[in-house]
């Protein structure tokens, strides 16, 4: 595999931004202990997401994604949003279109990651884990499916959570600068909405949600689940014991590299 530390400037935000690129490359009978890798003239790509007090590079300091994504033959990008909340800012940056709109665009012309449906999966961890699920319903037509980890997958009442309460200082002011004074309720910020919105016949990419019952966003993720089964969306759930930490995610999204080509992803 080759990573790539790519720095480019984005229309949408106004300046250089970053992301980490893991690329598949054909092993050299040199390199030892690496399978060699099937050469395409383009790849499946996973678009995976950082939590809030991470960045792009996160997953590859804290997890071996590189060596899952070689075993599995795909491409991952995983670009910086900061502590945006993946939304348009409303004191700060358009995050929600720069992922959903320019990101795949400019990754895109970069280098050789597939266009096709099949061939795109999201994912993410903890404000990445709802990311994820926000660009999945959002765009149900640009994934073949995507996966959550310990989303906070209900956001509008963890934000008054914050603001009824003793307030983490940094958290309340991330959450000020991301969405102001507005109501996330009934609207495309909330994932409860968004599930609502779709009528039997629509295309509804599978979503696979993985949560530790010790984690603090647990309850959360049993609210998703059960308006998600009420709603007949093709959602896989698996808990385990576990909290909100790199252990339980570096074996998470294994699973989740395990799981997506049963949905036809690479295919």
């Not at 600068?177 to 609502?196: K, M």
Request: aromatic residues 12%; glycine residues 8%.
């Amino acid at each position: 595999m080759a990573i790539f530390h790519s720095h480019f400037f984005s229309n949408v935000l106004g300046f250089q931004t970053e992301a980490e690129v893991i690329l598949p490359q054909p092993a050299s009978d040199l390199q030892v202990g690496v399978e060699t890798t099937e050469k395409r003239s383009t790849w499946p790509c996973l678009w995976l997401l950082h939590g809030l007090s991470d960045d792009h590079t996160a997953w590859i300091r804290r997890s071996s994604i590189e060596r899952y994504a070689e075993a599995a033959g795909c491409a991952v990008v995983m670009p910086n949003v900061h502590r945006s909340f993946y939304t348009d800012m409303t004191h700060g940056g358009d995050y929600w279109t720069f992922i959903s709109e320019e990101l795949p665009s400019l990754m895109r012309s970069f280098f050789p990651l597939s266009n096709r449906r099949e061939d795109n999966a999201v994912a993410g961890l903890s404000m990445g884990g709802y990311g994820a699920a926000r660009w999945l319903l959002s765009k149900p037509d640009h994934f073949i499916a995507g996966a959550s980890l310990s989303g906070s997958l209900n956001l509008p009442k963890r934000i008054q959570e914050v603001k009824q309460q003793e307030p983490d200082r940094l958290l309340a002011r991330s959450i000020e600068l991301a969405f102001g004074d507005r109501d996330l309720n009934g609207g495309p910020e909330d994932l409860n909405w968004l599930l609502e919105q779709f009528k039997p016949d629509d295309l509804k990419p599978p979503l696979l949600q993985i949560c530790g019952s010790e984690d603090f966003l647990y309850e959360d993720n049993l609210t998703f689940k059960k308006i998600a089964e009420d709603m007949r969306y093709p959602l896989t759930y698996r808990e385990r014991t576990g909290s909100h930490e790199w252990g339980f995610w570096d074996e998470a999204i294994q699973e989740v590299l395990a799981w997506l080509p049963k949905q036809g992803f690479g295919r």
